[in-house]
């Protein structure tokens, strides 16, 4: 059962530009939803995270725009550049448990100049 | 802070071999993750401790995986009779104390069963 799904799978997006990063979930339960970035090689950094009690999370170029009736978050990157080029992961955890996150299945991201 | 590590970085072995893996997290952290990464998707959850207690294993974790945290620092994962479908990165990660949720992960372990 995949609680968290994301989407593209994959994105080219020219210097400058806008990448957007669309992740929805089911469990309800759930009240943590972070994002990371991945470099080939290295682990999961995080990149950014927002609680449900805010519908936008803003920091530098990076935006978490979040709709908890739709159960849908979405990540925008403004004015991307090439070292953006990586791999973006979703992911929700609840707070009061563990904090073990669920991730969704990634978005591979090319910025091209 | 050096950030969490893990040994080896790769490891290949034969089908039904036995290996290893290790992490260190970050120093005084008392919660530690390990994750299975396949290719071409994102970590899943496999176990979790807090100081030396393992209090949660997934269904992923067959009995053929252990893992220990035997004085609440660095962590083993072993993995018995090795199959091809292990072939994976195994990720650790680690969160302090306090209210912060943030895991912090080491750089991973890829293991490649031939």
């Known amino acids: 059962q995949q609680q968290v799904k994301q989407s593209p799978q994959s994105l080219i997006v020219q210097k400058g530009g806008i990448s957007i990063i669309n992740c929805a979930y089911e469990?309800?339960?759930?009240?943590?939803f972070p994002w990371y970035q991945q470099f080939p090689g290295k682990g999961p950094a995080l990149l950014i995270a927002i609680r449900p009690d805010v519908s936008e999370k803003k920091e530098g170029r990076f935006t978490i725009s979040f709709n908890k009736s739709a159960k849908q978050f979405s990540l925008h990157i403004m004015d991307s550049q090439p070292g953006d080029s990586a791999t973006y992961f979703c992911?929700?955890?609840?707070?009061?448990?563990?904090?073990?996150?669920?991730f969704g299945t990634g978005t591979k991201l090319q910025v091209i100049p | 802070d050096t950030g969490v590590s893990q040994n080896p970085r790769h490891k290949i072995t034969k089908r039904g071999q036995n290996v290893t893996f290790r992490c260190d997290p970050i120093?005084?952290?008392?919660?530690l993750y390990w994750y299975r990464q396949t290719l071409g998707q994102g970590p899943e959850f496999l176990t979790y401790f807090q100081n030396e207690a393992q209090l949660e294993k997934s269904r992923l974790l067959s009995d053929r995986f252990s893992a220990e945290r035997p004085k609440g620092s660095f962590s083993t994962l072993e993995i018995q009779r090795t199959e091809q479908g292990d072939s994976a990165m195994y990720l650790c990660a680690s969160i302090g104390t306090g209210g912060n949720y943030e895991q912090y992960f080491g750089p991973g372990t890829r293991l490649t069963v031939t």
């Open positions: 469990n309800t339960a759930f009240d943590y």
């Open positions: 992911a929700a955890g609840v707070s009061g448990g563990y904090q073990k996150v669920t």
């Open positions: 120093s005084e952290h008392n919660r």
